[in-house]
């Protein structure tokens, strides 16, 4: 197993108007591309574990941080990270390798990105593995109305994005206990602190 001496080193290198941080391993491996797309809150180190067992089975492993996560580049407009900027960074990170085509893994908001990048550029992608987000067909409703129907206005989804910018500013104040939260363990479940009005 990988851990985080043997993680790779970052470089960060420009495609599609950004600058991406890249972890690689296997370059040896050249040829065998295999694109690791991690999702939200996470980060390309949430793939440590499977780096080298994926560099063992032969791939040239490339894992990005996506625009707005670790120190790849965090556009301002928030229209700088829709689904066709964050594939068509996939697309250069293709080209800035000299592939045609690679296999993408997704997870989370990543295996959203990788079911995008098979439907909007399916001459790039070999094969797909995502994990945690099943294919979501776009619908005559809303996804955020569909959600609210089924968990109710108060989901932390339904509510953030029917209010732009409040959960910029909750988050923004309260960054330890948000993420003191998300990645607790070995504790007793209890409720969360609702920190909205």
Known sequence: MTNNSNFPTSKLISVNGVELEIFEAGQENKGEPIILC????????????????????GYHVIVPNQRGYGNSSCPEEVTQYDIEHLTGDLVALLDYYNYQDAIFMGHD??????????LLHPERVKKMINLCLPYQIRGEKPWIDFMEEFLGEDYYFVHFNKQPGVA??????????????L???????????KVWK
Do not use: C
């Open 168 to 181: 910029d500013a909750i988050l923004n104040e309260n960054t330890s206990q948000f993420l003191n939260n």
């Open 38 to 57: 991690h999702g939200w809150p996470e980060h390309a180190y949430s793939w440590r574990y499977q780096v080298a067992p994926l560099v063992e089975a």
């Open 183 to 193: 990645y607790r363990k070995n504790v007793p479940a209890q409720a969360p602190v």
């Open 109 to 118: 908001w990543g295996a959203s990105i990788v079911w995008s990048m098979s």
